[in-house]
T-cell receptor
Framework: NAGVTQTPKFQVLKTGQSMTLQCAQDMNHEYMSWYRQDPGMGLRLIHY???????DQGEVPNGYNVSRSTTEDFPLRLLSAAPSQTSVYFC??????????????FGPGTRLTVL | KNQVEQSPQSLIILEGKNCTLQ??????????LRWYKQDTGRGPVSLTI?????NTKSNGRYTATLDADTKQSSLHITASQLSDSASYICVVSATSGNTGKLIFGQGTTLQVKP
């Protein structure tokens, strides 16, 4: 199993550009989520999904869109990049089931810089 | 407000020495607490989970403790190795249905020097 994969690993954008961060998992996990990690702060939840066709907002959703057309894929779209979106982005997945005790599996991250 | 505070923010120790990382939380209702290890340039990986009824749990050279009364947890690393250099993140789960809520600490950065 590849686990959780993310592409690209690094990306530089200009202010106003749009792009999609890709995330895929091969563990058949129902729950997938996107976080951003900024220096000196804990990971913050952007959006999450409990299954195909179902998405919801997290703590910091503004400026980001998500969709979940399949169990495996959960792309994150930046609509109009801003310097405040410079961050490291992590995708994570876990099974539902016992839910809150289930371990989350994180991808390797995408380091995004917005100029 | 649900919060997770970790200390120290960073730590440098010599290889072979022990160290203890702290996590204080104000999360209600509490479900469980996980410690993650995050190597540079990688995603976090779970080290151990502590539930309400557990006081101590070991995973190799890592030992986690939980005091649910004082809302404190610690991660003790014994006989440190260079590969222990990483960020250690404390994550507390608040019980809330099937999705729940995870509150992340800001992490402690550990550097082990030869």
């Amino acid at each position: 199993n590849a686990g959780v994969t993310q592409t690209p690993k690094f990306q530089v954008l200009k202010t106003g550009q749009s792009m999609t961060l890709q995330c895929a998992q091969d563990m058949n996990h129902e729950y997938m989520s996107w976080y951003r990690q900024d220096p000196g702060m804990g990971l913050r939840l952007i959006h999450y999904s409990v299954g195909a066709g179902i998405t919801d907002q997290g703590e910091v959703p503004n400026g980001y869109n998500v969709s979940r057309s399949t169990t495996e894929d959960f792309p994150l779209r930046l609509l109009s990049a801003a310097p405040s979106q410079t961050s490291v982005y992590f995708c994570a997945s876990r099974p539902l089931g016992l839910a809150i005790t289930n371990e989350q599996f994180f991808g390797p991250g995408t380091r995004l810089t917005v100029l | 407000k649900n919060q997770v505070e970790q200390s120290p923010q960073s730590l440098i120790i010599l290889e072979g020495k022990n160290c203890t990382l702290q996590c204080n939380y104000t999360v209600s209702p509490f479900s469980n607490l996980r410690w993650y290890k995050q190597d540079t340039g990688r995603g976090p990986v779970s080290l151990t989970i502590m539930t309400f009824s557990e006081n101590t749990k070991s995973n190799g050279r890592y030992t986690a403790t939980l005091d649910a009364d004082t809302k404190q947890s610690s991660l003790h690393i014994t006989a440190s190795q260079l590969s222990d250099s990483a960020s250690y993140i404390c994550v507390v789960s608040a019980t809330s249905g099937n999705t729940g809520k995870l509150i992340f600490g800001q992490g402690t950065t550990l550097q082990v020097k030869p």
